[in-house]
């Protein structure tokens, strides 16, 4: 007991021996400590986000997989993997000081390129930020593959992907988001609204989409000889809806990720995206219902993609209720352009120029007219004046890149190679070798599987072999 007592009287010394040593809190001390919390939890929402959005990566090569025939899976796959790994390097060489580095004109950055803004034993926020605005770039050069699948040369497609994520994307993205690093763009300075990038992003990779699939024109078999639609069919619808909700939860990343901190505003962000989201996916349904009796899946999808998109710009800036307008109208707007796009013979096998370009380009100009805080026509003209900006500088620097990739390197495969499929003539493997059958001198899909598949830009369901749409 004497022995307990003892120690206990040590303990009692020392602890207030160490009480005596520290200093008081201040409210300066408080601050710096709470500051220094914030902080961290920033760095770590960021990057939490980014992963997020990385992962819609995968949810991008697993829609775009699932739309476009077997025998172009593998083709799909290495494209999505390389414009992540191609746009990487490409954004940390030059990409991120283009639209990001200081500037005098407003116009494009000039510093901060291969990442020289990191200092060792600075300030690392640098690459939180640069690890955030990386999988965005990787966004925006993905979606053009989808709109020009199944016919692309894969060299075309490495050169054009590094154009995209080195020069056309941060060019925009330098006039709208400059300031958030260290430049500032002429754009923002007019007040543009585009929060998580409905049009920095989206429109940017619907435009680019646009005029790759111009250049490129329809896959062989789309168009009768009268000029006639004939649907393609996607070979694996489940892959496709595993895609969509892959993607639908990045966007949970994307847009709430897009603050850069920790706080109370992502909750009204993710409410949001998810009402739009939903809204996009029943009015799409129900406009393919009335158009074509029956509630199609494809387009259904898509509806879905059209109001994550479309909220993608003022998810930041609207209220819930005009969250669910707007992604209802982007539902609508996804299936009408689809059907619009076909018509004027533009083919885009999974809707990547709709979904991205046009819906962009609506909840770039829903951001102004449902602004929660007031709108007026000088807003709605500066919204106007952003969209038409992106589609004058992406659509005819993007024709140009792919009309000189096509005369030097080529941007198109051969017609056999194309009635072979890409995965065979560009990659020698297929995706699906227990289930393929020998076609055309060598392998393709089944045609007992293809009967059961719908097409992401059509409504017709039709029974026909693989290959009816390429003869």
Not at 191 to 196: P, R, V, Y
Not at 342 to 360: L, M, R
């Amino acid at each position: 007991m004497k022995r307990f007592a003892t120690v206990l009287l040590f303990f009692l010394s020392s602890l207030s021996l160490a009480w005596a040593g520290d200093e008081a809190p201040t409210v300066l001390s408080n601050k710096t400590a709470i500051d220094l919390v914030q902080s961290h939890a920033d760095y770590v929402w960021t990057l939490v986000a980014a992963a997020l959005v990385f992962f819609m990566q995968a949810g991008f090569a697993m829609v775009e997989a699932g739309f476009t025939r077997a025998k172009n899976t593998v083709n799909i796959l290495m494209k999505n993997l390389m414009d992540f790994s191609m746009g990487t390097l490409a954004f940390w060489a030059v990409g991120f000081g283009i639209m990001f580095g200081a500037t005098s004109t407003g116009w494009f950055g000039t510093s901060g390129f291969f990442l020289s803004d990191f200092k060792v034993g600075g300030d690392p926020w640098v690459l939180a930020f640069w690890m955030f605005q990386v999988v965005f770039a990787a966004t925006a050069a993905t979606i053009v593959s989808g709109a020009m699948a199944e016919r692309t040369k894969f060299v075309g497609y490495l050169l054009y992907s590094a154009i995209i994520s080195g020069l056309i994307y941060p060019v925009f993205g330098s006039w709208a988001w400059g300031s958030l690093f260290n430049g500032s763009g002429w754009l923002e300075k007019l007040g543009f609204i585009d929060f998580a990038g409905s049009t920095v992003v989206h429109s940017v990779g619907g435009w680019a989409a646009l005029a790759g699939a111009i250049v490129l024109g329809p896959r062989m078999g789309k168009y009768t000889k009268d000029g006639k639609v004939k649907p393609i069919l996607g070979h694996n619808m489940p892959l496709a809806a595993l895609g969509v909700f892959i993607l639908w939860l990045g966007w949970f990343g994307f847009n709430p990720g897009s603050t850069t901190a920790a706080n109370k505003d992502i909750a009204m962000i993710f409410v949001n995206t998810n009402l739009a989201a939903a809204a996009g996916a029943i009015l799409a349904m129900v406009t393919s219902w009335i158009k074509f009796g029956k509630a199609e899946v494809g387009m259904s999808l898509n509806g879905a993609l059209a109001g994550l998109v479309a909220i993608t710009s003022p998810c930041a800036s609207v209220s819930p209720l005009s969250a669910v307008v707007i992604g209802a109208v982007g539902g609508i707007l996804v299936v009408l352009s689809v059907l619009f796009f076909e018509k004027i013979k533009v083919d885009d096998p999974v809707g990547a120029i709709s979904v991205h370009g046009v819906c962009g380009a609506w909840g770039t100009l829903a951001a102004g007219i449902f602004n929660i805080g007031g709108t007026s026509l000088k807003i709605i003209g500066v919204q106007l004046l952003g969209i038409t900006a992106a589609f004058l500088w992406v659509f005819p620097a993007a024709f140009v890149m792919f009309k000189l990739i096509d005369k030097t390197v080529g941007l198109r495969v051969s017609p056999e190679e194309e009635l072979e499929g890409l995965d065979i003539t560009e990659h020698g493997g297929n995706a699906y070798p227990d289930f393929e059958v020998y076609s055309y001198g060598g392998t393709s899909a089944s045609s007992s599987s293809s009967g059961i598949m719908t097409s992401s830009s059509s409504a017709t369901m039709v029974s026909e072999p693989e290959h009816a749409g390429a003869s």
